[in-house]
């Protein structure tokens, strides 16, 4: 009997100097043993470069941006799906889980799975819960506090110390030393994200990060520990190494029996010089540097894909330490054609 | 004295520690010591192995030895047990 072959959509075709994980994602399912699949690139803007790697990406369609409201993004899917016939998507911008979510019921009455966190467990990691989510689940956390204006800072301040990291509700982070640096921080932040922005203790040290897949009822099915090597002026991970730390292996464990995580996803930490890690943030879906995890022997979307899909998966139970990934980029030469097609038409 | 187990060294003599991610480069002679401290030798053993194959007085030795003893512990590439 042949291998099944599935219809995926995914999401965050943004291979840009900030990644989204979509192409990585991607190269993983086309790499996967135990199905083919035919892959559908969900995008918001014509010039994702996912959009124009028909090696990988099968078909692109457009979708709404989630300020429009689930009806619009359940709306084009169902269109899509008359299309396609999705099996199953896979979203991955932390700014579209919400939607996704909530939509679940609709979309696998249309016959597309997901396989994502529920809306408690969404909420609940959320930035601005994690001192309430460290205390809960007794994970170290910094000091961090939310604000809705900026006028708040200098009572805010009473309880921090220079420098602070201002954070987005769902993306950026600024580490400012001053009032002036914090105002213009807020403002730019806020402008983008909306509010509240986020106030964290800044904590020194390496940065490591997990990805890895909790089946919903508790247990870990994957788990990638890396230490970035090399950070770009975003924070992002242009270079690490997967490493054996026991201790963050422990807390993964923890972190998806206690919350009995459904899904992918990444929790990002910082080992202080007293030799402490710090858990500053939990994202709800798999990393931009997931394709990491396949080359220590960890399919992460494959196995996502089997559980969504009702297949028997197995837990890994290892995975190869001192293995590196190093971004790159890479320019791609199109024709004015593509680009046309995509922009009027929403399909590519 | 005890190097962590899982502490790898290449010919080129290219550490990794697999726990913390972090790497390092040393010396011939560094490598020979890291290789002995594998093994189970102690400081004595060391200390006289080095001193068959180099040209060097065992008063240097000792001291350079203890250093490159303490470093690696600094690195965290020494179990935390272990005595110097």
Known sequence: MGKPKY??????LNAIDSPGPGIPIIRALKQAASFDVRTIGLSYESLEPGVYMHDLVDKTYHIPYPSSGIDFL??????????EKLDLIIPNFDAELFSFIKLEPELNALGIKLFLPSQEQFEERQKFNLPEF?????????????????????????D????VVVKGKFYDASIVYSENQFVTAFNKISSKWGTPVIVQEFIQGAEFNVTGLGDGKGNTIAVVPMRKQYITDKGKAWGGISIAEQYLLELTDKFISQTKWRGGFELELIKNKAGKFYLVEINPRMPAWIYLAIGVGQNIPEALTNLALGNKVEAFTKYKTGKMFIRYSWDMIVDLEEFEKISTTGEL | MKIKQDVAVSDSGFVFNPTTGDSFSVNPIGMEIIKLMKEGKSMEE???????NYNVEEKTIEKDLYDFIEMLGHYSLREENGQT
Do not use: C
């Open chain 2, 46 to 52: 060391i200390n006289k192995s080095v001193l068959e």
């Open chain 1, 160 to 163: 921090f110390e220079w420098p």
């Open chain 1, 7 to 12: 219809t995926i959509g995914v999401t965050a």
């Open chain 1, 134 to 158: 460290g205390e809960k689940y007794d994970i170290l956390v910094p000091k961090s506090e939310s604000i809705f204006q900026v006028n708040k800072l200098r009572e805010l301040m009473k």
């Open chain 1, 74 to 83: 359940l709306e084009r899917l169902t269109y899509i799906n008359k299309q």
